[in-house]
């Protein structure tokens, strides 16, 4: 079964919460606080997160930089916070996706399916195959890359920015492009979004294989991978 981990410390509308995705069949765990998460994640190993950013004891952004030290799954972040900058600040921690209080509970019941079925993700035929960028081995089905053997970790989103871009060599994707064909959402508006997990994206690459440059960006066009 598909566990989940709701963090939020109000109450109604993590309760608002457990009942849809109850409704779906997922089982549920809740927190109140960050710190009180931390144990729950120990203690369960949920299949996704969804976390609320303002939070006693430990807020959401400390917590996501916290569990994106060694652990990717999926967080959908939730918050009262609108502004564009505090959405990014939220994806630059770590978080997969974000919703903006009040929220549509099937929306956010959809959302959470689509980032379990991207971490989940198998698939047959060529896609098994391993693709190869300079030292790079992505790998379709399990979701893996790896630079000479070590691994590198990241989100089903990441991942997927990098997948496209790779089977798709020499092509530029524009960041709406890359936003409806990842998020499987209309791109419109989708560029900040983009440009963090991209920004994201290459930090770790860079870690992993200095002096490689694996993602080009193409100056108002969009984003490619020319090797």
């Known amino acids: 079964m598909t566990r989940i981990l709701i963090v939020d410390d109000d109450r109604q509308i993590a309760d608002l919460i457990e009942v849809y995705l ?25 299949d996704l997160i969804v976390l609320d950013i303002m939070m006693p ?3 959401g952004l400390e917590f996501c930089k916290y ?13 009262a916070k609108a502004e ?4 990014i600040m939220g994806l630059m921690t770590g978080a997969d996706d974000y919703m903006i209080k009040p929220f549509n ?8 399916k689509a980032l379990l079925r991207r971490a989940n993700y198998k698939t047959t035929g060529k896609d098994d195959d391993v693709l190869y960028i300079g ?8 979701h893996g890359v790896t630079a000479e053997g070590s691994e590198i970790k990241l989100t089903a989103r990441e991942f997927e920015i990098l ?18 064909k990842v998020w499987n959402e209309p791109g419109e508006g989708s560029n900040k979004t983009v440009m963090v997990h991209i920004s994201n994206l290459r930090e770790k690459l860079e870690a992993a294989v200095p002096g490689e440059s694996i993602i080009q960006t193409v100056w108002g066009v969009g984003y490619k991978i020319e090797k």
């Open 163 to 180: 997948y496209l871009l790779a089977k798709n060599r020499g092509r530029v994707y524009a960041s709406e492009e890359i936003f409806e």
């Open 67 to 79: 569990v994106r030290k060694n652990n990717q799954v999926p967080i959908l972040m939730v918050s």
């Open 57 to 59: 004891k430990m807020d």
């Open 22 to 46: 109850k409704n779906d069949g997922y089982i549920i765990d809740k927190a109140g606080d960050g710190i009180e998460a931390l144990k729950k994640l120990e203690q369960a190993s949920p």
């Open 135 to 142: 030292s790079l081995a992505i790998e379709k089905r399990s």
């Open 84 to 87: 564009d900058m505090d959405k």
């Open 105 to 112: 509970p099937l929306e956010l019941a959809a959302r959470v």
